[in-house]
């Protein structure tokens, strides 16, 4: 079963690497896509059965009054969560969220309900992080973060529990 499991994770990397090389020549939207459509999916199975650094945003379409799961890369930090945007603000679900002021994130097993939603530069979300994982975020590329504040009565709960 396990050899099964990596082997189709090595051919989505592989794919994934593929797609990476064809961006170079486009826009960014075959890799967009391929995220949305193969790689998002993928993500959610992998986060429903073990903890990772992926998280997912349940967040309400701003049109349609959806609700939607999109796996995010996030960070707990002391001032809340931080959120890289390798694509920028302007992902359906990132204006989905900025609409609605508020969404639930799920992280490593716990419920957060985030609000407050505020586009930041590299400047103030890489003080949050730590060193290494600011460092890699920068390598990437990755100008644009979502800082998110933790509910008041989620956090105090978080404080209660510890």
């Not at 400047?123 to 949050?128: N, Q």
Request: aromatic share 8%; hydrophobic share 45%; with cysteine.
């Amino acid at each position: 079963m396990r050899s099964w499991f990596l082997r189709i994770v090595a051919a989505l990397v592989a794919l994934g690497f593929g797609i990476l090389a064809i961006r170079t020549v486009g826009s960014g939207t075959i890799v967009r896509q391929f995220n949305k459509h193969i790689l998002n999916p993928f993500a959610l199975w992998v986060v429903g059965r073990r903890p990772m650094y992926y998280g997912v945003i349940h967040h309400v379409g701003r049109r349609s009054g959806r609700a939607y799961s999109t796996p995010v890369v996030a960070k707990l930090t002391t001032d809340g969560i931080i959120i890289p945007l390798p694509y920028g603000s302007d992902t359906d679900w990132c204006r989905n969220l900025s609409a609605a002021g508020r969404a639930e994130l799920t992280l490593q097993g716990t419920e957060y309900e985030v609000e407050h939603p505020l586009i930041v530069d590299e400047a103030t979300a890489a003080p949050l992080v730590p060193a290494a994982t600011a460092r890699v975020w920068h390598r990437m590329g990755i100008h644009n973060y979502l800082r998110l504040e933790v509910r008041e009565a989620a956090a105090s709960e978080l404080t209660t529990a510890a």
